[in-house]
């Protein structure tokens, strides 16, 4: 069954990546692709998402500007990772595709209120956007089945610490207010994050790069993406997020209430999964409207691996 997507992203290397992968599975129709501020500026990300469109050749899906700051910080960029422009520092020229009239948050809660049916969320980015589309219409959190999000470390796994200081995330350590708009909402959240996304056996290698050929599309940047994110660990953080949709039966998936730290001078973007065996009892933050969050805490990244080459290694073969 096709599922209809609204994909949130701040194009950085992995994002370019999510989207490609995306973009090149039938299964996926992205409805609206919505930008925010995160990796790098705005101006950036919406730049970088629309040239790797255009790249792929892709005239169809709409996207939109949103958020260019968090809601109540500063933005913090992650150029060290992304390169000084988000994409490898690759330098492309302005792309000719031009964005949609329509702010990210108003365009999420339109096509979730459309009446067309099912939405599916996937956020690979800071969650400015999504939390100020809940902070304008409560009631998408109750029409929404089913968000993805790449994001968190929940110290499930040995894999789950953080990425920016020892316990929090990029995209929550970005936005935390943001975040815990989201997770206060109760809408049904699957968090993919670095406790699958940082597992080895998930991440590419160098030999891996042997496999993605410049046949044509968006594969030139395919291949120097994936060159430039080996220099951070090889780690697919987003492209995860999309593979969840595709094989849910990668992962193993536990459920826990989780709440973000906002107030800790170190702790601050943590998110804190109570993952103690009472947790149905404890009143920590659990809640029947809250609920809970379902979290990635093992990945068969072999697998994940091989439908990531498979879909990206070359345009033709994913034709
Ligand atoms: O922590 C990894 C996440 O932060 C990824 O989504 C990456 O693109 C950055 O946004
Ligand atoms: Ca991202």
Redesign the pocket.
Known sequence: MLRRIILDV?T????ALAILLAVRSPEIKIDALTTVV??VSLEKVLRNTLNVLQLEGVKDVPVYGGLSTPLVVKPRD?SV??GGDGLADTNLPAPSLRAEAGFAPDIICERILDGRGDVTLVT???LTNLAAAILKEPVIAKKVKLHVM??GAFFLTKYGQG??TPVS???IW?DPEAAKVVFDSGLPTVAVG?DV?TDPAASLKRSDLAGISNDGGAQPLVRRLCEYCLKSGG?L??PMAVAYLLKPDLFTIEEFPVDVELHGSITRGQTVADSRSRWRKSHFQWSPERGAVKICTKVDGGRFLKLFMDRLGSVSRAA
């Open positions: 701040d950085g290397i992995d994002d995160g990796n992650a990772v992304h690979t980015g800071p790449m994001g990425n920016v995330e990029f995209n970005h670095l996304t780690y953080h987003d």
